[in-house]
């Protein structure tokens, strides 16, 4: 029997089936479609399902899942053994936490800094003895070009994609912008896992979400390059974590 696990982000919805450990099928939809999760389900005998959203409200989906499989509704309620320190866990993203049980999961005793280049830039750290104190919410790539377009006059909106690895220099306005975006980016990681490094012994460095390949190969001549570890499956692993601990 397998896992079924969803997770609805502010730009698009993951979802992936686990067999055990395994990622078995990864895809993603734009919106909620009941006839490609009864494929789902049938072609790989889903017994268990969870979704993890930003907003918290899943509708109508947690009321097909309920009826098609043993839905388990996740919350940082499962904790896997983790010490959650969060002051307000009721505002604590389901996607942060996700991450925290797939880190807990996947590096067990290592201190680990968990970076998620989305929509907009986290930074968690889960300590080696399981503790959880939260961490620090910045603004994405995309969210940085558009506030200096949004919040000036001049500066145009500039487009970048995340096949474009180099960093221009600023020899005209649009390269002034991506350089002053993308480096400024890079700087404020680099800080971060600087910061994390003083305050935690042997680091590691966890990548994801929808940039991290932009960040990996800026830092990979760096010197945290040997602690970095990009892992593209992090929040659809610590569901399917979720529901490993909710049923044993």
Request: glycine share 8%; with cysteine.
């Amino acid at each position: 029997m397998a896992n079924l696990v969803i997770d609805i982000g502010n730009s698009n919805t993951k979802l992936a089936v686990f067999d055990q450990q395994k990622l078995v099928h990864e895809q993603q939809l734009k919106e909620f479609d009941q006839h490609v999760l009864n494929k789902l389900i049938d072609n790989y005998q889903v017994s268990h399902a969870t979704v993890s959203s930003v907003n918290q409200e899943i509708g109508e989906l947690g009321v097909f899942l309920a009826k098609a499989v043993n839905y388990i509704p996740f919350s940082t309620a499962i904790t896997a053994g983790i010490a959650n320190q969060y002051g307000t866990r009721n505002t604590l993203g389901q996607d942060r936490w996700a991450k925290v049980l797939a880190v807990n999961g996947l590096f067990t005793g290592k201190n680990c800094l968990m970076i998620d280049a989305g929509t907009c830039i986290t930074y968690d750290v889960l300590t080696a003895e399981k503790a959880y104190f939260g961490g620090s919410i910045s603004l994405g790539i995309k969210m940085r070009f558009e506030a200096l377009h949004h919040f000036t006059e001049r500066l145009p909106l500039v487009t970048w994609t995340r096949e474009e690895i180099n960093i221009p220099e600023g020899n005209n306005t649009i390269n002034a912008i991506k350089s002053g975006v993308l480096q400024g980016v890079i700087n404020e990681v680099e800080g971060f896992i600087s910061l994390a490094n003083k305050k935690y012994k042997d680091l590691t460095v966890i990548v994801t979400g929808g940039d991290a390949d932009f960040l990996n190969k800026q830092l990979k001549n760096s010197i945290f390059a040997s602690q970095i570890i990009q892992e593209p499956h992090l929040v659809l692993k610590g569901l399917n974590e979720a529901i490993h601990h909710h049923v044993q």
